[in-house]
């Protein structure tokens, strides 16, 4: 085995601290956005309600996380209803309690 005596070990690289926000940017107040579950939750609270299909699209969810999430929305204390309209499919609502 040759060593060549020329080459340097590679130098260490110094260590990445984390970022310090620079005082600008620590006084932007940046607004929340709304969750997904409080998306759902609106839709269902209009008085035209919402189909699986609408609240899939708002969300980006499957169908099938979407009913869960009405099921936990059940499970919270909000009463959905569901209505069955010709040509739209099922009708999503929360009533008052």
Known sequence: MIVDASTKPAAKRPHKMA???????????????????????????????????????????????TRATLTGLKKKGHVVVSDKVEGQGRIYRVVAS
Do not use: C
């Open 19 to 65: 970022r310090e926000p620079k005082p600008e940017e620590a006084n932007k107040a940046t607004p929340k956005q709304a969750s997904k579950t409080s998306i759902v939750l609106g839709m269902l609270q209009r008085q035209e309600g919402a189909t699986i299909d609408q609240l899939v699209v708002a969300t980006g969810w499957l169908p099938h996380t």
